[in-house]
């Protein structure tokens, strides 16, 4: 595989359509409706001319909709051409995605080499050994259903290590059978939910395990806190790294100097309607799945633009709301938390008036966190331009989908 240009630009909206793309969707019967065929029927089709596939859309009509016209499903997964899996549903009911069966890992591989220190390991070792600690169930894809045997939850160069979908009703024994099938398992890397990671850094800091084979740690699956960063970094000391996208658009971006590199062999990205801070919606095209061609997808995160790549804000369902009606995003609001100490995790949930309370789970049991309160209540009412409160808690669970959530908007 070629070496990847790591300088490349985002592209604008006035950009021509990729080929591949319209290749892709020209014979899905979604795409046969009048206003996509008037699109398609422009001399040289612009990003911007073209409408957007919505995140209800694709749940209405995928898969059938977006195979190629006549492909028999039924026959593709029987033959072992492609693989049926679900979304977690973390922004509204859960979505049938087909992809053939390389293609996850294909993707992957594409958006880790936009990273020069990651590139250089895959060099040097294809099949590096990771562990990866993430909600059971939030994907078929890379994560367990059920209880399983350590054997079962050995795949290739994989073990799949947690099988909780709350990290926080974990006894120490669980947790130290956990560190210790890391490390028998001595991974090259942990491929954690940032929840996830954060809540086994702070067993394995309090009962001082490390991990010698340990070079990089990819934070994955959902928004990255600076709390949860300050937590994996402090223990386990090697590089930290994000790689964000979705089971329907694949990987699509990697985390490199500070900011979020695209992946342009999988996907061209925009960003609709940015406001004057530069943050807008994330809309995807995607290049390399035949299977699910999606053009201007309405991924559901705000993201904004900066020279060379990204900042991934968060999910819109979790943006808040100013006084003054502006909106928040995550990580607009997770910045509050910089260099605040003694934090595991919190959820900061809006009410429809506008008011706000912070729920705070300690890093160690018993600690009140008072600094913390003391410093965060008055930050976060001057953001939001409402009042906020604040209360230790020793439990924040997870939605449905098995996701955590740190901003939540109430609505009446």
Not at 59 to 70: C, K, V
Not at 171 to 196: I, Q, Y
Not at 304 to 315: D, K, N, S, T
Not at 336 to 351: C, E, I, S, W
Request: charged fraction near 25%; charge should be negative; hydrophobic fraction near 40%.
């Amino acid at each position: 595989m070629s070496t990847p240009t790591l300088t490349a630009e985002p592209p604008r909206t006035d950009a021509a359509v990729p080929r591949a793309a319209l290749y892709a969707a020209a014979d899905a019967p979604f795409y046969g409706s009048a206003d996509w065929q008037a699109a398609f029927a422009l001399p040289c089709p612009r990003l911007k001319d073209l409408p957007r596939v919505t995140k209800s859309q694709l749940r209405e009509h995928s898969p059938e909709g977006f195979l190629p016209a006549g492909t028999e499903l039924v026959r593709l997964l029987r033959e072992g051409v492609v693989e049926e899996e679900s979304t977690s549903g973390t922004s509204g009911a859960s979505v049938r995605v087909i992809f053939g069966r390389t293609w996850w890992a294909e993707q992957e591989d594409q958006a880790l080499r936009r990273n020069p220190f990651v590139r250089d390991r895959l060099t040097a070792d294809p099949g590096l050994r990771r562990a990866v600690l993430t909600t059971p169930g939030c994907s078929g894809v890379s994560c367990a259903h059920r209880w399983l045997s350590r054997a079962q939850r050995t795949q290739g160069a994989t073990l799949f290590v947690n099988q909780s979908r709350i990290p926080f009703i974990l006894g120490e024994d669980k947790l130290a059978a956990m560190a210790d099938e890391v490390a028998e398992w001595s991974p090259a890397f942990l491929d954690v939910d940032p929840v996830h990671g954060a809540w086994f850094a702070l067993h394995c800091e309090r009962h001082g395990r490390r991990f010698p084979s340990l070079r990089f740690i990819l934070v994955s699956y959902e928004f990255v806190s600076v709390v949860h960063r300050a937590i994996i970094e402090r223990v386990f000391g090697v590089p930290v790294i994000n790689l964000y996208g979705s089971s329907e658009t694949g990987h699509l971006l990697v985390e490199d100097d500070g900011v979020m590199r695209p992946s342009p062999e999988t996907a061209v990205l925009e960003v609709a309607s940015p406001d004057g801070a530069g943050v807008g919606e994330l809309l995807v095209t995607t290049l390399t799945n035949p299977w699910l061609p999606l053009l201007r997808y309405e991924i559901g995160d705000y993201v904004e633009l900066r020279a060379g790549g990204y900042l991934v804000h968060g999910r819109k369902r979790d943006a808040l709301r100013r006084a003054d009606g502006g909106v928040l995003t995550t990580r607009q609001l997770d910045q509050a938390f910089a260099d605040v100490t003694g934090v595991a995790h919190y959820q900061l949930r809006q009410q429809a008036d506008g008011s706000a309370h912070l729920a705070l789970l300690p890093e160690a049991a018993g600690d009140d966190l008072a600094e913390a309160r003391t410093r965060l209540t008055p930050t976060l009412c001057a953001m939001l331009g409402a009042p906020v409160s604040a209360e230790v808690v020793d439990l924040i669970t997870p939605e449905d989908s098995g996701k955590f959530r740190l901003t939540v908007r109430e609505t009446a």
